[in-house]
Nanobody
Framework: QVRLVESGGGSVQAGGSLRLSCIAS?????MGWFRQAPGKEREGVAA????????NYAASVKGRFTIAQDNAKKTLDLQMNNLKPEDTATYYC????????????????WGQGTQVTVSS
């Protein structure tokens, strides 16, 4: 059982930045960030496979968000720049799977989530 704990959420104005962090109880080589807005399905934001450094981003965040994993510290970060009101959601850290997919079904372990609110 891999336990994941997110931190770093908060409120920011449009155009601002936030950095989310996730600490895992043990190392996993395939991790991702997902988000869920009220009334919407959970969607993939970014994922990384540390074995090769391969990353995968949703089109809506590409060029604005950067995912990074520190294997030694067992942490996963998401740097979010130029935030938009449509980025408002609860963000979840996930682990598992065999490749950096943005599909919810590929991940076995989930954190409790951290809220990100972007005002216009």
């Amino acid at each position: 059982q891999v336990r994941l704990v997110e931190s770093g959420g908060g409120s920011v104005q449009a155009g601002g930045s936030l950095r989310l962090s996730c600490i895992a109880s043990e190392y996993t080589n395939n991790m991702g960030w997902f988000r869920q807005a009220p009334g919407k399905e959970r969607e993939g934001v970014a994922a990384i496979y540390s074995g090769t450094g391969t990353t995968n981003y949703a089109a809506s965040v590409k060029g604005r968000f950067t995912i990074a994993q520190d294997n030694a510290k067992k942490t996963l970060d998401l740097q979010m720049n130029n935030l938009k009101p449509e980025d408002t959601a609860t963000y979840y850290c996930a682990a598992g799977g065999l490749f950096p997919s943005l599909s919810v079904r590929q991940y076995r372990y989930w954190g409790q989530g951290t809220q990100v609110t972007v005002s216009s």
